[in-house]
């Protein structure tokens, strides 16, 4: 089932499954963000494997950027676009026709590999400020797919703020820049100090397993005992469908270099309040070059 609309307000879902004590809970949705100058087909592709290893819907948000438009109408405006740094000279219609484009274009290649698959997907249309309206359309239980490409450079901090804006949301999954980005490596899950919520490694579990790969977990500054804890427990929901290595780093600049080594599919991590930075952020995406997962606790 596929639908394409034009709209600001988020969907709203009444399907759900009863839990143990008989209470409606909301499935998963992966909330795709498009934006009209950066390649999307990685983003599609993560989205994909998303919502097939968690049965989710997807419904695929392009936003047409104000600012650039508003920029287009300036005289003798150019943009930079950001896939290969081009340089474009432009104009108010031109960058409406751009937009235009690129909506179909992304439209038409997620219905398109939907068609193959169970996923069921939706496609909507939205004008404003990239981060605004992926933080407005966002809803609890979604996992939310961004391209950092869209973001506006010229905010201090611009992925750790949308991660903060998106705050009713399970996750966000931030995708590589620029890279050659294929899903056959192992899944990584990255703690740092304290266990893991079982839900989260639920969920590394679901996707290993989506993709056929195989779960490494790495821990920074954990006490031996707490390395033992997520040893039983990753045991307990992985049985034996998976190898699990627990690998223990003392910090995160040395666990970066061996994500680096691992060449992962997807990097996991549940970070705290005040440990996430744009830095950080950077420094895992640099060295793994896949995927990363941003994950709320509880």
Same mark, same amino acid.
């Given at each position: 089932?596929?639908?394409?609309?034009?709209?600001?307000?988020?969907?709203?879902?009444?399907?759900?499954?009863?839990?143990?004590?008989?209470?409606?809970?909301?499935?998963?949705?992966?909330?795709?963000? #498009?934006?009209? +100058?950066?390649?999307?087909?990685? $983003?599609?592709? =993560?989205?994909?494997?998303l919502a097939r290893a968690l049965e989710a819907d997807i419904t695929g948000c392009f936003v047409e950027d104000a600012d650039l438009l508003n920029l287009a109408a300036l005289p003798f405006a150019k943009a930079i676009r950001p896939s290969d740094r081009s340089v474009l000279q432009i104009e108010r219609e031109q960058m409406e026709q751009q937009f235009s484009r690129a909506a179909s274009n992304w439209q038409r290649t997620l219905f398109a590999r939907s068609s193959h698959s169970s996923v069921r997907c939706s #496609?909507?249309? +939205?004008?404003?400020?990239?981060? $605004?309206?992926? =933080?407005?359309?966002?809803?609890a239980s979604d996992i939310v797919v961004i391209n950092p490409l869209n973001l506006p450079y010229?905010?201090?901090?611009?992925?750790?703020?949308?991660?903060?804006?998106?705050?009713e949301a399970m996750g966000?999954?931030?995708?590589?820049?620029?890279?050659?980005?294929?899903?056959?490596?192992?899944?990584?899950?990255?703690?740092?100090?304290?266990?893991?919520?079982?839900?989260?490694?639920?969920?590394a579990n679901r996707i290993a397993r989506?993709?056929?790969?195989?779960?490494?977990?790495?821990?920074?500054?954990?006490a031996e005992g707490t390395r033992q804890q997520i040893r039983d427990t990753a045991f307990?929901?992985?049985?034996?469908e998976a190898d699990i290595r627990l690998v223990a780093e003392s910090r995160l600049e040395t666990a970066a270099v061996r994500i680096a080594e691992l060449r992962p599919s997807f990097v996991i991590l549940q970070p705290s309040?005040?440990?996430?930075?744009?830095?950080?952020?950077?420094?895992?995406?640099?060295s793994s070059q896949a995927p990363l997962m941003l994950m709320r606790r509880g």
């Open positions: 089932m596929q639908s394409a609309t034009r709209a600001k307000k988020p969907m709203t879902d009444v399907r759900g499954n009863s839990d143990k004590n008989g209470k409606k809970s909301r499935p998963f949705r992966v909330l795709a963000g #498009f934006g009209s +100058m950066a390649d999307e087909l990685p $983003t599609i592709d =993560a989205a994909m494997i #496609f909507k249309i +939205m004008h404003g400020a990239y981060s $605004t309206e992926i =933080a407005r359309e966002a809803v010229r905010a201090p901090n611009a992925a750790s703020l949308l991660w903060h804006a998106i705050d966000m999954v931030i995708m590589p820049e620029r890279s050659q980005w294929l899903p056959n490596g192992p899944v990584v899950l990255l703690i740092s100090g304290s266990n893991a919520d079982r839900s989260v490694l639920t969920i989506a993709t056929g790969n195989q779960t490494v977990i790495l821990t920074t500054d954990a307990e929901i992985f049985a034996s309040k005040t440990s996430l930075s744009d830095a950080s952020i950077a420094l895992l995406l640099n």
